[in-house]
C-alpha cells in the first residue's frame, strides 16, 4: 500500500532565511547548526525552539582573512517564527570563546529566491 501525501494546504509553511556569519574561527556546517540551535535554545528554551522547525539547508564559505572568516548560509524555518528566530540569532556572540557575528540578509518563501542574496 502507498503512503499518502499531505496536500499542500495540510503542510507547514516555510521561510527561508540567508544569514551572514563573520567568526575568528573556522566553522563547519556541523558548527553552524550547533551555533544556531543553541542560540536559539538559550533566548527561548527548548519548548519554543522544538516549534521553529530550524534546519540549515546550505552553507557557503566565501573568504577567509587573517581577522575573520566569512560564511553565508540559508536556513529554513516556519513562517510563524521568523521573527523569533532573527531575534535569537541576533544575540549570538561567541562560539568556543572566539567572537562570532550571524545577521539576516535576506528572507525569501523559496529556496531559489533566497540563493538571490547570497554572494558567489
Given at each position: ?51 521553529f ?19 553565508q ?24 570563546r ?23
Amino acid at each position: 500500500m502507498k503512503l499518502k501525501v499531505l496536500p499542500p494546504t495540510l503542510r507547514k509553511n516555510n521561510r527561508y532565511l540567508a544569514l551572514d556569519i563573520k567568526v575568528k574561527s573556522v566553522i563547519s556546517k556541523d558548527d553552524l547548526v550547533n551555533i544556531v540551535w543553541n542560540g536559539c535554545i538559550r533566548f527561548f528554551g527548548e519548548n519554543g525552539t522544538g516549534n521553529f522547525s530550524l534546519w540549515v539547508m546550505k552553507f557557503y564559505e566565501l573568504e577567509k582573512t587573517d581577522e575573520y572568516n566569512h560564511y553565508q548560509a540559508i536556513l529554513r524555518c516556519q513562517r510563524e517564527y521568523v521573527d523569533e528566530v532573527r531575534a535569537s540569532l541576533a544575540l549570538i556572540y561567541k562560539h568556543n570563546r572566539k567572537d562570532i557575528s550571524v545577521s539576516t540578509i535576506g528572507l525569501s518563501g523559496t529556496i531559489k529566491a533566497c540563493q538571490k542574496f547570497i554572494e558567489k
